[in-house]
């Protein structure tokens, strides 16, 4: 076999693994439930990651052109203050990136816990209804939104069930959606 059939070959398997990357899925955890729950958490915590620090990354740009144009003026002048990055508290730039990274692990693990509920129930009420339908939707947005807002600090009575309220709304309205757009 020469040099370039080699390659070709190589650069044809790795091509046929991404192909069929979503068909196999990223783990075998032995049942199909347990891998959907995996792969949902991982999926969506990775969007959560990136969301987290391209909005930090938004604020922090957008203060730093606040403090960068103050009319024109000095500083001293126009009274500008620079204060550490918003929303995160340190008083120096490793402190500000500890809390970043802590902010955006705590936002992450939050998607990541989201989908895999929300996943795991759809799934699971699928099997145990043999339909999937929008009542399967709804009822599984009403117990991740209810999830959700138990992590919310000092969260109240109100903000539970209107969670759960606004969760099974939106996955119902996205479940009878599927297909339209």
Known sequence: ????????????NLLDELCNFDRKGLFDLGHPLLNRIAESFVKAAGIG???????????TALEGSRE????????????AKKQP?????????????????KKTGK?????????????????????????????N???????????LALTLEDSTHEQIVQCA????????????LTGIF
């Not at 076999?1 to 044809?12: A, D, G, K, Q, V």
């Not at 995160?88 to 730039?93: A, D, I, N």
């Not at 990541?112 to 339908?133: F, M, P, Q």
């Open 49 to 59: 990651a990136v969301q987290a620090v391209s909005r930090e990354a938004y604020f």
């Open 107 to 135: 936002e992450s693990i939050q998607w990541g816990v989201a989908a895999g509920i929300y996943s795991g129930l759809t799934y699971g009420l699928k099997e145990a209804r043999g339909a999937h339908d929008w009542k």
């Open 68 to 79: 960068d144009h103050h009319g024109g003026l000095p500083p001293e002048i126009s009274g």
């Open 165 to 176: 309220i606004t969760g099974a709304a939106i996955s119902t309205a996205a479940n009878l």
């Open 137 to 147: 939707s709804a009822v599984a947005g009403a117990i991740t939104g209810a999830t």
């Open 85 to 101: 990055l918003p929303g995160l508290r340190g008083e120096t730039s490793s402190k500000s990136l500890e809390a970043m990274v």
């Open 1 to 12: 076999m020469n040099m370039s059939t080699s390659s070709n070959l190589e650069t044809r």
